[in-house]
């Protein structure tokens, strides 16, 4: 049976190294009934060093096991700890936390709730999972072990791949489309109008947002994110893109494969990012620009113009005691000014 | 019979010049399926031209007709496809989609859906539309063409003008009210309690909002967008402002008629911003001051005091290479001494 | 009887100065219909001064009752109007607009609404009130006195404390904690997933978030803000935090009791904030850094390091006319230039 939420789950270390493909070095008999960080760790905690830099807690630490690379596992077992020997703990921990999870918090048992609302027309897998109150309008089309939350909404003609979830709370707007293995989460918004009104006589007429979203496999949107439906042609997100919560993404914004946004970013319609990129959080893209693959943006930083050349780029005023920077905030306002003055000066110095 | 989306909608090209109110020069028995950009198109696309800087495309694209001036019509003409002449191309465009959408989305139904809960003491003009478990709370009005989407929440004593809609999951708070012809897209939140705390031997005590929120005729508000309730009086917005996704609008602040703003803006308590101005995404605007009409802000810059005239306005830190950024902005930080030091020089030259 | 929204509320006077614990002066027959700001008052209306500099206010304002330090009050007598003497009238204003909304909007009755979904297992208490379409999930435990709004989901296992308020179409995830006297507005997500990835040969892993949210007393979380859950251990809000809108907290920060954060701030991982700070609206703080007690970061502030000293922090490009800002903006990219340059110059001007 699986556990509830507050219950212990107690696992022998050995079939926690036999799921992770690791070598088993020390007692696998252990009994594991948590996972934790070295500095926190108790007797039945397991826990992973992915950075050399943290080898030191490794004196101190209190875990009855430790996933770790080859060369660091005499270390652990010198203290009388387990060793779990990877090539790359930081993924092995990815991975047992994942196995852990799928202990702990169970999916949901393929049916439709009997509060949910499901139209005439919307074809719902027999082992998808419909949540209180979900709604699914006509010609949605859900695959196997789709998984809806409570209160979430399936627009019309919506497609949702296989084992993809949408959790509580969340808008899967009409004619959008997602592949496999997604997770959408709580108060996301996908399928949005984008933003689009032409000017006249002074007042926006609205312009209608014919497209829609496209969104590939294994993509993972945050709560409360919003993507906008394209004004013609489709907003695309390609897959393995992952973003965090609360960012927007206008309409017709195309980003490319396994790109990574982290929270409160903005990005304005009709930019086109590459691949395997990264934005930390709070970082803007205006519109209709290009970033090449293998950017990668400083958190708050606004890009304003295409950026060809991969690299990190950064743009961000240095924060200060208040009265240094109203000091150097009032000068930067002068500060093309003393360029010239500074110009002057040389020429005199040098006749 | 409106078609479900992903069917085709096929219409003669001399309809869509009528009801655009253009000059159709060419062939008006052409079928047009389809909206869309010059370089994406095909034989039953109908494209527009809206910036001259975009004359060239006309010489390769596909588009069987294309929404022009009439300066350009004969170069339409002589690539074979025909022309819809108008005035104000990006208008007709925008106009154009009104239309396709009328026929490819239309409205849902008038009528309550069974699972819906509306409470004793609430007026639903028997022609509004309320979906799949949404709430219209006692007291609250809701006038004829009204659209309730599927999970909206419609308080208390809230009033809603004709044809307004709340999309799918909104929340529209008690006692507000907005006018004729608005949309507040899924997750936008109007009415939430603005902030406003008393301190008090470190601790901060509640100050009950006691206003609510008064939106005009046409407007709109994006998706997880909020606005929040006045403390004393109401949070004004008036005819014509359209809000994009992810905005922020504190207790009483005011916005004038026909004023825009992109994503991700903010605007602080009791701001009172003029009419037709524009905001770029991520613009934020402190509280308590006052922006004149007409003024453009750009995206991401903050206003910390009032701006009285109208133009564009910018303050964004430039983005650069990494390294380059991190030596401008560690001096940054020591600008005013520079300044200083400037100034010396300049006096030792000139004895 | 309650009014409803829209009724009006006549009190008498000498009741309100009752309520505060305040001295009556003058007529405390007086009745009183409305609470508002001294610019904007009638005969009916009470309001209050709380800053020196608005008193010359007192000589025009047409308030009935005036809400004031005890030096002031001859101004209010000398006008006819009646006062209302406390220590700190601002504190008095905030409890006054309590005892108020006690009064014109009343919490619903306790009961679940038919049309909400409790889960077997779930313990509601008999003075708790759950509206309509609410999701209680099983195992959480709910007492006294709290009001879950419309819509609004509490997840698995999670406990919420006497007299705190889920407001309507708000989510409070799975295991997720808050104490009492709580109030989560609209379209809040409480314990969604952490962002958290392992890279591996150019894609990410999902690391799933297995600790959970952890929120104390008299803590406010505004509408559409997301506190995500945390990756082992929890993300903790201690008592007293006053959170606004649309910010984004996320996993295994820690926020100190008492400190206040204004609209659209985003917090990165494991960030530790102190107690009594302060944050301006769209802050970002970094991850993985600490900030001191008593630190205030002014509005749209990038804190990149850890802030050990209270103060005052800023760090905001100043907006300017946008031909000014593209001439300091352009200089400010060879800021660093500028300054060797200065160096040259000093150099030879000093041999």
């Not at 709730?113 to 074809?123: I, T, W």
Request: proline letters at 5%; glycine letters at 12%; aromatic letters at 4%.
């Amino acid at each position: 049976m699986p556990s509830r939420p507050g219950e212990t789950l107690a696992v022998r270390l050995a079939d926690i190294a036999a799921a992770l493909g690791g070598e088993l070095r020390g007692d696998g008999e252990r009994l594991v009934e948590r996972i934790g960080p070295l500095e926190a760790a108790t007797p039945t905690t397991i826990s992973f060093l992915a950075q050399a830099r943290l080898k030191p807690l490794l004196a101190t630490t209190a875990a009855g096991a430790v996933i770790v690379r080859d060369d660091v596992a005499p270390v652990v077992l010198a203290r009388g700890a387990s060793a779990v020997v990877v090539a790359d703990p930081y993924l092995a921990f990815a991975r047992l936390t994942r196995w852990w999870a799928a202990r702990t918090r169970p999916l949901p048992a393929p049916g439709v709730h009997p509060s949910a609302y499901v139209a005439p027309g919307a074809q719902v897998h027999a082992l998808a999972s419909i949540g209180p109150f979900a709604v699914i309008e006509a010609h949605a089309v859900l695959a196997e072990h789709v998984v809806v939350g409570a209160h979430a909404v399936v627009g019309e003609g919506a497609e949702v791949g296989p084992g993809t979830q949408l959790r509580a709370r969340s808008t899967f707007g009409q004619a959008c489309r997602i592949g496999a293995r997604g997770i959408v989460h709580s108060g996301a918004v996908i399928g949005a109008d984008g933003f689009g009104f032409a000017p006249h006589e002074g007042r926006w007429e609205k312009i209608e947002q014919l497209g829609a979203v496209r969104i590939g496999d294994d993509v993972e949107i945050g709560a409360n994110t919003c993507v906008d439906r394209g004004a013609l042609d489709d907003t695309v997100i390609e897959d393995g893109v992952k973003l965090d919560n609360l960012i927007q993404i206008a309409h017709n914004v195309h980003i490319g494969a396994h790109t990574a946004m982290a929270g409160c970013v903005g990005v304005a319609g009709s930019a086109r990012i590459g691949k395997h990129c990264t934005f930390g959080g709070a970082a803007m893209i205006l519109g209709h620009l290009q970033i090449a693959d293998h950017v990668h943006i400083s958190a708050a930083s606004v890009v304003m113009s295409s950026i060809m050349k991969p690299g990190q780029y950064s743009g961000v005023f240095p924060i200060d005691e208040n009265g240094n920077w109203e000091k150097n905030a009032a000068t930067l306002r002068q500060l093309h000014t003393l360029r010239t003055r500074l110009r002057a000066l040389e020429k005199k110095s040098s006749p």
